[in-house]
């Protein structure tokens, strides 16, 4: 099982910029595919992005699309979200996953989470 620590969250103003990092302890980071989350109070756990293990597939939700983009780089164990042009509705804790497969991937492991706060 992977070991996962997100970082990069905070608070921003609405249209400003994020990039949150997720960090896995070991080399079979390389072969997972890998997903971001986010559980915004009182709302279902949502997906946010995911991309191939090897970074070649990407999908995101219509309601990131075109202001998110996820990237990895696996001589780094690490994932990447970088969340552009800011609403307030993005306010949520971000989750990094790791898992296998593609339509739709499985995800087994989980980090802890990184808080993301738009303000106006």
């Known amino acids: 099982q992977e070991q996962l620590v997100e970082s990069g969250g905070g608070l921003v103003q609405a249209g400003g910029s994020l990039r949150l990092s997720c960090t896995a302890s070991r080399r079979t980071f390389s072969s997972s595919t890998m997903g971001w989350f986010r559980q915004a109070p009182g709302r279902e756990r949502e997906t946010v992005a995911a991309i191939t293990s090897r970074g070649y597939s990407t999908l995101y939700a219509d309601s990131v699309k075109g202001r998110f983009t996820i990237s990895r780089d696996n001589a780094k164990n690490t994932v990447y979200l970088s969340l552009n042009s800011l609403k307030l509705e993005d306010t949520a804790v971000y989750y990094c996953?790791?898992?296998?497969?593609?339509?739709?991937?499985?995800?087994?492991?989980w980090g802890q989470g990184t808080q993301v706060t738009v303000s106006s």
């Open positions: 996953a790791a898992g296998t497969g593609w339509g739709p991937p499985v995800f087994t492991s």
